[in-house]
């Protein structure tokens, strides 16, 4: 489709509620914490206060993750304007602060569309509206998705042109392996022949840079995982003691991954929507895995689900790398 408007005055060209199923925050977290070893899923550290405290973590001296993203976004601007061409069409599924996004679409080539996507669709059609108003040229959708889910493009009022998939931030290695492996497949049945994935990807480093980026010492990661149990005790009636933990965050090399938990500091009953539970003295809560790559190990995994490197950028000083993929034709 070509005839679509361009978007006027912040106005969007679309939105597509396609009601992503609402995830059991109550049956999860009653699952998770009478595991062996409790548990919590870190996609429940996104409510409007978390969302807070994770763009502190991102300004947070020790977390690179961000700042050493968005320094190599402005240095392959060029290379990226070079392979998209002009007239993209670029998609952000889950798209979160806007400030890469308009990195990517400040270095392309007249850029036909942008399409954003989230589980939150107050949350994406803001953020697209913002970027509508500051491209009037440019026609802008919103898409209120759970970009773990499939989705029929087709259905969606495209522009021709190629399709970039862009998914910065190394939200990557925040899944287990085969959820990691299960979300490419997925994301590489939005391309066709030529479209491409732009995947941000954090590498493999010291142990103890990453301890520290994961730990930083101003406390907003610990705030991020004491916002978890506040959560919980304002949405499901929990009497968890925020203050009864200690927040840890440690390097696991032999599964490359910075791992992340809370500690209770002495044993403590609590319940939750109604059920009880015990945590012992430094017994722990495992709240996140944060998975680092080699360019090879993620490439490896890329493949699997059917995708191939055409390029990859890696930052000099603070390794990370981002990586452009195209179908391969296999998988
Ligand atoms: C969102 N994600 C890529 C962050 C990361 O670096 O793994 C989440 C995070 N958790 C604590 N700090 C940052």
């Known amino acids: 489709m070509t005839d679509v408007p361009a978007s006027q005055d912040g106005d969007l060209a679309f939105f597509e509620d396609l009601h992503p199923p609402a995830s059991d925050f109550r049956a999860d977290v009653l699952a998770g914490l009478s595991r062996p070893q409790k548990a919590l899923s870190p996609k429940y550290f996104y409510d409007r206060t978390g969302s807070e405290i994770f763009d502190r973590i991102t300004q947070a001296p020790e977390y690179y993750v961000t700042r050493t993203e968005l320094a190599l ?10 392979l998209a061409g002009p007239g993209a069409v670029v998609l952000e599924p889950g798209a979160g602060s806007s400030v890469k996004v308009r990195k990517l679409i400040d ?63 190394s939200t990557i290695g925040n899944f287990e392996l085969d959820g990691a492996l299960a979300l490419l497949q997925t994301l590489r049945g939005w391309l066709r022949a030529g479209d491409a994935l732009l995947i941000g990807v954090d590498l493999r480093k010291d142990g103890a840079a990453l301890e520290a ?3 930083d010492a101003g406390g907003a990661t610990a705030d991020f995982n004491y916002n978890l149990l506040s959560r919980i005790n304002a949405e499901l009636g929990g009497t968890l003691d925020p203050s009864g933990f200690d927040y840890r965050a440690f390097w696991n090399p032999y599964r490359s991954r910075v791992e992340m938990y809370l500690q209770a500091r002495r044993d403590m009953g609590f319940a939750v929507a109604g059920q009880d539970f015990v945590i012992r003295k430094d017994e722990t809560i495992h709240t996140e895995n944060s998975h680092k790559f080699t360019a090879d190990t993620f490439q490896d995994l890329a493949r699997r689900a059917g995708l191939e490197a055409r390029t990859q950028c890696i930052s000099e000083d603070t390794p990370f790398s981002i990586h452009w993929l195209e179908v391969s034709g296999e998988a």
């Open 213 to 215: 980026a994961y730990d």
């Open 107 to 169: 270095a392309l080539d007249q850029p036909a569309a942008f399409v954003g996507m989230d589980i939150s669709g107050d949350h994406v059609k803001a953020a697209c509206r913002d970027i509508a108003s500051d491209h009037p040229d440019l026609l802008v959708g919103a898409v209120c998705h759970d970009f773990t889910q499939g989705i029929d493009l087709s259905a969606l009022p495209l522009p021709d042109g190629k399709r970039i998939v862009f998914f910065p931030g």
């Open 73 to 82: 976004l402005d240095r392959i601007g060029p290379e990226l304007r070079e």
